[in-house]
């Protein structure tokens, strides 16, 4: 199972937003709406910001916005602020019970 | 409230195995997977497969297949990751996550492993 292609990095300046995408194929990220997005501080375990394509868990900013279109997931910050300065993966189901992750974005807030 | 805690870090020589344990609290242990996660130093996050404590399958990522095994007990609502023949590439911090509809919930604080002769 290959990797899922995420660019390795973005920024943007606070109050900006700044999409990040998750490139897969019609195995995983197009076949099924299982996309979660994950984000790392460094020195930190990773935390879930996204799942179900576009579902934020309880106590997550609505800055934070996912989407899916064919092959290719998305996962948009809008407002940035210095805090959302992190690592961000995503991760994606790819059947019989596979999953697999994304090479990561370093996002960096300018 | 739940909580994954793993045992401690880990220094082996090449060709070793290593086992991390991971204990689950706050929630009924059968109910979700226990998936495990690593990553090496400066690296990206690597999916090496789950357990089903309810079913009691296993599904191994293909990278590793054949050289890792994970078990579980659940008496003490316990999930252990063994990874054998060991080699520097092997050398990261191993996560054990809970499994809820396809995403990762939970977060054990991860296990460093260090693979030095």
């Known amino acids: 199972q290959s990797a899922l292609t995420q660019p390795p990095s973005a920024s943007g300046s606070p109050g900006q937003s700044v999409t990040i995408s998750c490139t897969g194929t019609s195995s995983d990220v197009g076949a099924y709406n299982y996309v979660s997005w994950y984000q790392q501080h460094p020195g930190k375990t990773p935390k879930v910001i996204i799942y179900e394509v576009t579902k934020r868990p309880s106590g997550v900013p609505d800055r934070f916005s996912g989407s899916k279109s064919g092959n290719t997931a998305s996962l948009t910050v809008s407002g940035l602020r210095a805090e959302d300065e992190a690592d961000y993966y995503c991760?994606?189901?790819?059947?019989?019970?596979?999953?697999?992750f994304g090479g990561g974005t370093k996002l960096t807030v300018l | 409230q739940v909580h994954l805690v793993q045992s401690g870090a880990e220094v082996k020589k090449p060709g070793a195995s290593v086992k991390v344990s991971c204990k689950a609290s706050?929630?009924?242990?059968?109910?979700?997977?226990i998936q495990w996660v690593r990553q090496a130093p400066g690296q990206g996050l690597d999916y090496m497969g789950h357990v089903n404590p309810a079913s009691g399958d296993t599904n191994y990522a293909q990278k590793f297949q054949g050289r890792v095994t994970m078990t579980w007990d659940a008496s003490i609502s316990t999930a252990y990751m063994e990874l054998s023949g060991l080699t520097s590439d092997d050398t990261a911090v191993y996560f054990c996550?809970?499994?809820?509809?396809?995403?990762?919930?939970?977060w054990g604080q991860g296990t460093p492993v260090t693979v030095s002769s």
């Open positions: 996550a809970r499994g809820t509809r396809h995403y990762l919930d939970y």
């Open positions: 991760l994606a189901y790819a059947g019989s019970h596979n999953w697999v």
């Open positions: 706050g929630y009924t242990f059968s109910a979700n997977y």
